[in-house]
């Protein structure tokens, strides 16, 4: 490879990697504030909770749909391999979602009389207490505005989604868009220890972070 087909390849490992670390980092938080939630309800929660839940569940959904913006075109990664295939497949209605929030503008006109919250419906069950269930309603209780929870399977007395997001009359299980995440993130590493040239060296230690300070230059004294 030359070295600008080099640089390429190296960009969009870096674009995965750090879509991989968010991933992580939103996925946490938004367990960690839904928790708080659950363990704040009925009178308790804030709007900013509220607002961090809303916020951390359409990063993941953004997040998903730049990775696989990525591996798409990575080069040299085969989009036959199974582990690629399974991902895309398994992902394939973010791709729905993510436009329909990046098009709000042209959106909210032509929304029907019968439709979900504008920012959605976001379910959840606590980590502490797999019995019960909360939802987020977004917005305004206005006519025509409607929503559901999470199912629940009631030969094995469980619900069948752990978190998912509803907006546009799309699903969309965060769980396992999250497992998805981690699988092609695996799949990703397999691969590129098996690229022999280039080696491309993994960065390991933390991203480098730069200081610059400015001094404030007195001028020099005018001549007597």
Known sequence: M???????????????RYSFQ?????????????DEIARNYPDNYTEEQ???GLLDAWTLIDICHRVRELVQQTPRLSQNLPGIQIFLRGTGQVENLRHYVQHLRSGIPNIPV???PLWGVLS????NDKSVCY?????NLVGGVYGNTLTLDTHNLQFIAEMKLLADGIEIDLSSILEHLKK????????LEQLQQPKIQQVKGKTVVLSFQYQKINPPAAAV
Request: proline share 4%.
């Open 135 to 139: 939802t987020i309603f977004s917005g």
């Open 114 to 116: 019968q439709s979900n």
């Open 124 to 127: 959840w069950t606590p980590t």
């Open 2 to 16: 030359t070295p600008v087909e080099i640089k390429k390849l190296v960009f969009y490992l870096d674009g995965l």
């Open 50 to 52: 509220v607002t961090s």
């Open 22 to 34: 968010m991933a992580n980092l939103a996925s946490r938080r938004i367990r960690e504030t839904l």
């Open 184 to 191: 092609v993130k695996n799949c990703i590493s397999e691969w």
